[in-house]
């Protein structure tokens, strides 16, 4: 009797090792497993990538409507007129909508002026065309031009644009180190500081000086300078350290390749960058004409 049983709890011991054995892994098997995820993880994390840039891309347009629905706000309240980009209580743009229209208290700043695709750091990445939203310290050369101001800028009304589909109102702007990692507010340095030559930023057909033949075509066809003596990559595809050094212009999205813009009629685009020689970025985006 004492010999079946223990015979018997033999087999079960047995029966029980080869369970055991049946369910491990081999050290191939368990290579061969870890191969297939690093394979899966390495498919996945870039197409994961692209949808958070996507995403991005995305936000900033959303921001970029909400601010557009601010301003028309504003434009109501102040008799069609846009804010001026530094007025002269020194307060800029983006402070006076977002205390007289977003409501923010304490002087603070709504969260849509904050892009995604940015260094840490800032409450402002956007600048505004300094033709549409000027800085009233500043003198407005046009139309007089080529050195000679004329007056001192007022504010603009939402209908006295024409070519509004057109005429570039906010885009993504450059951070800045000594500006604590802020968006200059007023995009003066455009074009290496062209805006102050009066001509390159209007699109002027009532005007002789400005509407003679052949005027508009040119100035359709050439692209934003870099800021000299900056090539487009260094201008336009990093942030800067002395906003009065460099562009005010960030191709941003998707890898740096992807700047948005806001146009003064409420629509939002997305220009490429491709290379030095192959940019979506036109003097015709950013000139204005007035009705």
Known sequence: ???????????????????????????????????????????????LSRVRQSANLVMCQANLRSIYQALVIYSIDNKSALPMGLNRAGDYWHKVVSRDVLRVPGGGVS?????????????????????????????????????????????????????????ALIWDGKQFANENYNAY??????????????????????????GVPGWQGWLSEMRVDAFWPLTPAQDFLVDGVNWYESSPIRFRHMKNSTLNILFVDGHVESRRYTN????????RDFAVDFR
């Open 185 to 210: 507010p007023i995009g003066s340095s455009l074009d290496s500081w062209r805006y102050y030559a009066g001509h390159y930023m209007v699109w002027d057909l009532n005007n002789p000086q400005f």
């Open 276 to 283: 030095a020689n192959k940019y979506d970025l036109y003097r």
């Open 111 to 167: 969260k849509v002026f904050k892009d995604a695709d940015t260094i840490d750091g800032g409450d402002l990445h956007y600048s505004v065309n300094p033709r549409v939203m000027p800085d009233h310290s500043a003198q407005d050369f046009y139309p007089t031009a080529y050195g000679t101001p004329s007056q001192s800028p007022s504010q603009r009304r939402l209908g006295s644009i024409a070519r509004s589909s057109q005429a």
């Open 1 to 47: 009797m004492s010999c079946e049983f223990f015979s018997h709890r033999s087999a079960i011991r047995s029966h029980a090792r080869i369970r055991v054995q049946s369910r491990a892994f081999t050290l191939v098997e368990l290579l061969v497993v870890v191969s297939i995820i690093a394979v899966l993880i390495g498919i996945l994390l870039p197409a």
